[in-house]
């Protein structure tokens, strides 16, 4: 879908915040808008570390990898 990991995992969790705070709007209960907000803020995150977790450990790796890069040109050019 996209190439870049962080995005990948930016628009996940966007998605799973809005499908919950769709669910939450949807439900018959007379609830504060900045309750729903929050409510959906904690669901989503609770669901995007198990649902986001391969996509979250890829974002890792790229960052493990960009550093690593980046300390070999710093040491290299210090030689």
Same mark, same amino acid.
């Given at each position: 879908?996209?190439?870049? $990991?962080?995005?990948? @995992?930016?628009?996940?969790?966007?998605?799973?915040?809005?499908?919950?705070?769709?669910?939450?709007? @949807?439900? $018959?209960?007379?609830?504060? $808008?900045?309750?729903?907000?929050?409510?959906?803020?904690?669901?989503?995150?609770?669901?995007?570390?198990?649902?986001?977790?391969?996509?979250?450990?890829?974002?890792?790796?790229?960052?493990?990898?960009?550093?690593?890069?980046?300390?070999?040109?710093?040491?290299?050019?210090?030689?």
């Amino acid at each position: 879908m996209f190439a870049n $990991p962080v995005l990948r @995992l930016l628009i996940g969790r966007l998605a799973i915040f809005m499908a919950a705070l769709g669910i939450l709007t @949807l439900l $018959p209960f007379d609830l504060d $808008p900045l309750l729903r907000f929050v409510i959906a803020f904690f669901v989503s995150m609770i669901l995007s570390v198990f649902l986001l977790k391969r996509t979250r450990e890829q974002v890792g790796e790229q960052v493990v990898t960009s550093v690593e890069k980046r300390q070999a040109k710093k040491a290299a050019r210090k030689s």
